[in-house]
């Protein structure tokens, strides 16, 4: 089991930025995809941005050049700064990891980020 714990949300004004935290405890060994989705009301939950164990990193069009995803394997932590923020980007941002050794990912509980115009 691998327990996953975010922070950083909140509620920011358009243009701003905010830097969001996963902290991943448990059984974090051969985690080999590190990722943030989000859910805005009334829409599907999608992929923002991913970051493999080798440091690949994948991202949304919608997020590309604003967003940038790291990941700190010491720590076992993934990060999501983003900047310029958009209104359209207000969700309940949620935190994913997946073993590939299991074939199991497992999710955090999301921390809401508001965006105001």
């Known amino acids: 089991q691998v327990q996953l714990v975010e922070s950083g949300g909140g509620l920011v004004q358009a243009g701003g930025s905010l830097r969001l935290s996963c902290a991943a405890s448990?059984?974090?060994?051969?985690?080999?995809?590190m990722s943030w989705h989000r859910q805005a009301p009334g829409k599907q939950r999608e992929l923002v941005a991913a970051i493999t164990s080798g440091g690949s990193t994948n991202y949304a069009d919608s997020v590309k050049g604003r967003f940038a995803i790291s990941r700190d394997s010491a720590k076992s932590t993934v990060y999501l700064q983003m900047n310029s923020l958009k209104p359209e980007d207000t969700a309940v941002y949620y935190c994913n990891v997946f073993k590939g050794s299991t074939g199991l990912d497992y999710w955090g509980q999301g921390t809401q980020v508001t965006v105001s115009s």
């Open positions: 448990g059984d974090i060994f051969f985690i080999n995809v």
